[in-house]
């Protein structure tokens, strides 16, 4: 049977020596949760299939039903290479949603709650001859509203706002050979103002044997070589990175020009490599300087569409890696240079080929819709996890930790939730303060890099009125919603119009709505020109983000159909993005 997912799931962060997982693996449901007191875990004999990393709501898993089943187990048995004999193996999964539980030949080795983040576990000493059946139980409660959830319906059918669940695992399974002592973990922070780049490494099972040399090249060439005694388990290195700007822009990376670095890590013991890893890092810089959005020390205008990540054979698992690809080259033909990913903890071949193409992209939680400590709990852990992840990737410029309220939907009245807001911006700032951070994207700002607004008005001459002075923003209500709380204010922050558009077009089979409509390819590409220009054509508006690339399931919004399909030629699209499309219409209003 063929592999699905084959290609390496952690580019970041690349050994050789891996096996991937993914495939088909016996399945059952626990609907009346009978399966511990029946030890399941144990040798056991399930009655369906099921192929990972697809959860069983999508086609692609071979069941493909949306009926509730919040409990399923998972078994595999798999070989171990022989040349992987004493080494230690560990087991990684890409994501569970929501609590896993793992068991090696019976054997219970790890719990780990959190749907979006990946996980691992070693499990040498559990192996039996070389082998392991690998049993996994996965409980996902549809009805929990205070869990990370993003846009998984708590009902059978998907409406409104929100799509089909994915239930257990969605992103892929493998198995990796590492030494005795091997590089744990890498965060590599460039920084551009002072020709570097700062590297933290961890190392496991550290001994004062060890060295490390960290190689950078850039296409093929050495720009950098640093060996050095190891003194403890972890420490941060500075490589000084004198060329990056010896041919102009050409070696800063940005969505015009992607260039990448390079970079290898060797742990010596005893003038033996004993581990290798291959990364790559981009020379990236984003800031707000007195009130203008800048990328590498330049002003820069952010054109995202919003990404929900869906798709109609794998739900939230993206069917291939060329599926990615393609999202991203279709974004960057519509004349976009970035993509806000929306209630979503993307897969990370995502944020890879973003990396490699040129995209910007800002991460996002995917939210609770309920407040309790408990979702306080659990938003800050898998939030962390999700930095943590993808932390090393230039293509990502901004953190996204809560949209519209959600999880919050008191933050007028209770001072606790407008507290968690404030939290989660200044936990994200205190793990990563080079990029920016929007505390509760679209409206009911506390404390935020970014003016950061939702608006679905569809009238060109009320868009260029709001968005002519500031005092227009601030005392707009799109959506019904304050800009910020009161007791908070507006401080000079670049505005940004973070989702607007939405027009609903029918071009394929789905039924749907949208935001507003249109009935003919002229009409389509008229209405996307009169909310696009009206805000190019504000003198304080900094960036967009239209509603959105795709159709998505009774949503028929997208620029494309659900299938990845274009709506109208996407150079038209580009000209109206790049300003350059001329007018249509006499009744235009200026």
């Known amino acids: 049977m063929t592999v699905q997912r084959k290609e390496y799931p952690r580019p970041q962060f690349y050994r050789n020596e891996w096996l ?43 069941i493909g039903i949306s009926e509730f089943h919040d409990l399923v187990w998972y078994k595999k048995e798999v070989e171990i290479p022989n040349k992987w004999n004493n080494k230690r193996v560990i087991l990684h999964f890409g994501a569970i949603d929501y609590y896993a539980s793992i068991w090696i030949n019976g054997q219970h080795v790890l719990d780990h709650e959190g749907g979006h983040v990946p996980f691992s576990v070693e499990i040498t000493d559990q192996l039996l001859d070389n082998r392991a059946e690998i ?84 296409e093929g060439n050495l720009v950098a070589k640093d060996t050095f005694q190891l003194t403890n388990h972890e420490d941060i290195r500075k490589i000084r990175i004198n060329d990056f700007h010896v041919h102009g822009t050409g070696r800063l990376w940005s969505p015009e020009h992607p260039q990448l670095y390079d970079v290898t890590f060797q742990l010596i013991e005893e003038s033996q490599i004993i581990d290798q890893v291959d990364s790559y890092f981009g020379m990236r810089k984003i ?50 240079n970035g993509a806000r990913k929306h209630q979503k903890i993307e897969d990370p071949r995502y944020y890879y080929w973003a990396d490699k193409l040129g995209l910007l992209v800002w991460g996002e939680m995917a939210n609770c819709h309920d407040y309790s400590e408990d979702a306080v709990r659990r938003m800050t852990k898998e939030w962390q996890a999700a930095i943590e992840r993808d932390y090393n990737h230039p293509s990502i ?168 399909k274009p709506k109208i030629p996407l150079e038209k699209i580009r000209k109206i993005n790049e300003g350059s499309r001329s007018k249509r219409f006499s009744s235009e209003v200026e």
């Open 20 to 62: 991937n997982l993914n495939g088909q693996w016996d399945f059952e449901f626990d609907d009346i949760n009978e399966g511990l007191g029946k030890k399941w875990f144990d040798k056991p004999d399930f009655s369906q299939q099921i192929t990972v990393p697809f959860s069983y709501q999508s086609e692609l898993s071979g």
């Open 135 to 218: 049993v996994v139980r996965a409980m996902d409660n549809s009805h929990q509203l205070d869990q990370p959830r993003g846009k998984q319906y708590w009902k059978e059918e998907s409406e409104n706002i929100f799509y089909t669940r994915t239930t257990g695992i969605w992103q892929t399974v493998w198995l990796e050979a590492v030494e005795h002592s091997f590089l744990e973990k890498v965060r590599l922070t460039p920084d551009l103002d002072k020709d570097e780049l700062v590297v933290k490494y961890t190392i496991q099972n550290w001994l004062p044997i060890h060295s490390l040399q960290i190689t950078i090249t850039f």
């Open 287 to 336: 800031s707000v300087e007195n009130g203008k959005v800048m990328l590498n020390n330049k002003p820069y205008y952010m054109k995202l569409v919003l990404d929900q990540g869906y798709y109609p054979d794998g739900i939230l698992t993206p069917p291939s890696d060329e599926a990615i690809k393609n999202d991203i080259k279709f974004t960057k033909q519509m004349g976009f």
């Open 397 to 564: 410029v901004a953190w996204v930790p809560i949209n519209e309220s959600w999880g919050v939907p008191n933050l007028l009245s209770e001072t606790k939730q407008q507290y968690h807001t404030l939290a989660m911006y200044y936990l994200t700032k205190s793990l990563d303060n080079t990029r920016l951070v929007i505390s509760n994207d679209g409206w009911e700002h506390t404390e935020s890099d970014l003016c950061t607004i939702h608006d679905y008005e569809d009238s060109k001459s009320v868009l260029k009125n709001r968005y002519n002075t500031i005092d227009n923003i601030l005392h707009s209500t799109p959506g019904s919603r304050l800009i910020y709380i009161p007791g908070y204010k507006y401080n000079n922050e670049p505005v940004q119009v973070t989702e607007f558009g939405g027009i609903a077009y029918k071009k394929s089979n789905w039924n749907g709505w949208g935001y507003s409509g249109a009935k003919t390819d002229e009409e389509f590409e008229e209405k996307y020109y009169q909310v696009v220009s009206a805000l190019l054509e504000s003198p304080l508006v900094q960036g967009f983000c239209y509603t959105q690339l795709t159709d998505v399931e009774q949503e028929i919004n997208g620029l494309l159909t659900y299938d990845r």
